[in-house]
Nanobody, 123 residues
Framework: QVQLVESGGGLVQAGDSLRLSCAAS????????MGWFRQAPGKERAFVAS????????YYADSVKGRFTISREKDKITVYLQMNSLKPEDTAVYYC????????????????WGQGTQVTVSS
């Protein structure tokens, strides 16, 4: 099993930046990729970004391209989501995810999930 723990959420104003972190533990040697999803109030969980563990492939939702950047730190088995130019519509619970086989989460549901961290952007 793999455990994922998110951190870095909070309350910010529109235009601000925030960086989320997700640390993996457990059977991390089997991981192929990590990424982020989010779920806004009253909406379904939606893909945000994902990254191949080698760093060679990154994927983004159209709504965050150019504003969010996903990266990973292999030694710490941690993935980050740098969020710039935040908008009120970015308000959501952000979930870290990981998978052993695939890195593009736009069409698949990853195998492992964190508990989520709240991001609130005020206007």
């Amino acid at each position: 099993q793999v455990q994922l723990v998110e951190s870095g959420g909070g309350l910010v104003q529109a235009g601000d930046s925030l960086r989320l972190s997700c640390a993996a533990s457990g059977r991390t040697f089997s991981l192929y990729s990590m990424g982020w999803f989010r779920q806004a109030p009253g909406k379904e969980r939606a893909f945000v970004a994902s990254i191949h563990w080698s760093g060679s492939g990154t994927y983004y939702a159209d709504s965050v391209k150019g504003r969010f950047t996903i990266s990973r730190e292999k030694d710490k088995i941690t993935v980050y989501l740098q969020m710039n130019s935040l908008k009120p519509e970015d308000t959501a619970v952000y979930y870290c995810a990981a998978d052993r086989l695939r890195s593009d989460y736009r069409q698949v549901s990853p195998e492992y999930w964190g508990q989520g961290t709240q991001v609130t952007v005020s206007s």
